[in-house]
Nanobody, 127 residues
Framework: QVQLVESGGGSVQAGGSLRLSCAAS????????MGWFRQTSGLKREAVAT????????YYSDSVKGRFTFSQDGAENTFYLQMNSLKAEDTGMYYC????????????????????WGQGTQVTVSS
């Protein structure tokens, strides 16, 4: 099992930046892939980005590609989501998630591919 704690959310104006952090602890075998998802009230959880830690490969949703960057520290205990050029539609609760699987292809964006989730951190972008 993996414990995940997100931080770094807040309120920002459109065009601004935020960096989210996800502190991970527990078995590294259970976090072969790490993902960021977001959810707006009443809507389903949407994949933002997923990195396959063992392969150094990262996938991004089309809506954030070129604006968001997923990174990690060398020990793979903290994962970051750098969010630039924020838009009002980026508003939502952001969740960090861990998967015991190497997620390639379409599975990187499927919430059911992830087993462990953090509590979320709120991002609000005002236009």
């Amino acid at each position: 099992q993996v414990q995940l704690v997100e931080s770094g959310g807040g309120s920002v104006q459109a065009g601004g930046s935020l960096r989210l952090s996800c502190a991970a602890s527990g078995s590294t075998l259970s976090r072969k892939s790490m993902g960021w998802f977001r959810q707006t009230s009443g809507l389903k959880r949407e994949a933002v980005a997923t990195t396959v830690t063992s392969r150094g490969r990262t996938y991004y949703s089309d809506s954030v590609k070129g604006r968001f960057t997923f990174s990690q520290d060398g020990a793979e205990n903290t994962f970051y989501l750098q969010m630039n050029s924020l838009k009002a539609e980026d508003t939502g609760m952001y969740y960090c998630a861990a998967s015991p699987f190497v997620l390639d292809g379409g599975s990187w964006s499927d919430p059911t591919s992830f087993r462990d989730w953090g509590q979320g951190t709120q991002v609000t972008v005002s236009s």
